[in-house]
């Protein structure tokens, strides 16, 4: 184990898009239509770009497990179960969350056009990844947009004052769209990081943050196999009481608004499957009466850039501009993906039927 300021990990430099077609074939080899891994694909890939590794196709072996479980369910769609005009209840079956996230958004963005808002709750999606990526769905629409999501059943997360995992890490999105320029995105987990990261990290051999974990007797710890051998810790939430809050709301507003399900004795995962419920509040900004709205949005973003540096800080972000920094720097450069990350997936892509041959001309993609 070495520590984040003398890790050398090797990573391979892979270009977006030629991963993107990797994913595809994987996901078309796996059953899926082309338009469903063309959407997986769009998504992980996405993520990655953003600088998101944790949801980008590091994910692919464990939707590869849950299909093994029986649990990921190829080619099945949002459907809506209750229909109350501004208010819709969607079911996902445990579709492929790219997919029954991305319809159930195109349902709440069609709504919201017509009634100026749109509350969304979709419940037992398959994992729905980085939520950024439907707040940003909706921008594109020129709505704006809050999800609170709970990760159903399957807690990583002690609660504040907690020594054990009972929450998951649910995250909470928002985002305002801006006429002529890229919109806020602010999207993050309510631990103090990402459970993802931890798997990168214990990848990579780096240490977590201070902070971010406790062992299995509640000691604060630094090393990420906490979360992946036994015996198990927690991560903590993020902003002591204020996080552990939140992610209570996403809890109730996600798992149980929706008409999905919460975490508790009775819910605990067992499989591999990661089932996510999303409540999205959709609103058209043209709805109120608020001319406006952009200048003063506009407004308090160059006030707050303004501030004198505090020491150690090269520059200060508005939400969703370091994903776009990220983002530029990924596509001109690749797409790091680390070996060990790099090895699960192919063992994946095989565990789906992919030939030795057809695997090998996709490594060829290393550079
Ligand atoms: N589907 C799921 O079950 C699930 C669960 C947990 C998290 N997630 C996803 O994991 C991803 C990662 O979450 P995270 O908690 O690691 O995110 P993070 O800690 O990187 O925070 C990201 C947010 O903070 C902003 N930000 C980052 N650095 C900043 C800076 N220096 N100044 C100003 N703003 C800054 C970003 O623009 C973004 O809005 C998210 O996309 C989230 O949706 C998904």
Redesign the pocket.
């Known amino acids: 184990m070495t520590d984040n300021a003398t890790a050398q990990p090797a990573s391979f430099r892979i270009p977006a898009d030629q991963l993107h077609a990797y994913v595809k074939a994987i996901w078309e080899q796996a059953g899926s239509t082309p338009r469903e891994a063309e959407l997986v694909a769009d998504h992980l890939v996405a993520a990655n770009l953003t600088g998101?590794d944790?949801?980008g196709v590091g994910m692919i072996p464990r939707y590869v497990a849950s299909l093994a479980d029986a649990q990921l369910q190829l080619n099945l769609h949002a459907e809506v179960v209750k229909d109350a005009g501004a208010v819709l209840t969607v079911e996902g079956g445990k579709g492929f969350g790219q997919v029954v996230a991305f319809e159930a958004m195109e349902q709440g963005i069609g709504r919201a056009k017509r009634l100026g808002i749109c509350a969304v709750g979709l419940r037992g999606a398959h994992?729905?990844?980085?939520?950024?990526h439907w707040a940003e769905q909706c921008a594109r629409a020129g709505l704006v947009s809050f999800h609170f999501?709970n990760?159903a059943g399957d807690p990583l997360v002690a609660p504040f004052g907690g020594a054990d995992r009972r929450i998951g890490?649910n995250?909470f999105?928002a985002a305002y769209p801006r006429p002529g320029k890229p919109p806020l995105?602010?999207?993050?987990?309510t631990s103090t990081?990402?459970y993802?990261?931890m798997r990168v990290a214990y990848n990579q051999g780096k240490h977590a943050p201070p902070g971010a974990l406790i062992d299995h007797e509640g000691f604060p710890t630094l090393e990420p196999k906490v979360m992946h051998e036994p015996p198990f810790g927690s991560l903590t939430p993020f902003g002591g009481h204020k996080g552990f809050g939140l992610a209570a709301m996403c809890e109730i507003f996600g798992g149980a608004l929706s008409g999905g399900f919460t975490t508790h004795a009775d819910t605990l995962g067992t499989t591999n499957a990661?089932i996510?419920c999303m409540l999205s509040v959709i609103i058209d900004p043209a709805a109120f009466d608020a001319p406006d709205a952009q200048a003063e949005a506009d407004a308090f973003i160059a006030w707050v850039k303004a501030s004198p540096l505090a020491a150690g800080t090269e520059r200060i972000?508005e939400?969703?501009?370091?994903?776009r920094v990220t983002r530029a720097q990924r596509e001109a450069e690749g797409i790091p993906v680390d070996p060990a990350t790099w090895t699960q997936i192919r063992e994946a892509a095989l565990a789906v039927g992919m030939s030795d041959e057809e695997a090998a001309r996709w490594s060829a993609l290393l550079r």
């Open positions: 998101h944790s949801h994992h729905i990844g980085r939520i950024g999501v990760v890490t995250p999105c995105v602010l999207d993050f987990a990081v990402a993802g990261k990661i996510n972000y939400p969703g501009e370091p994903e």
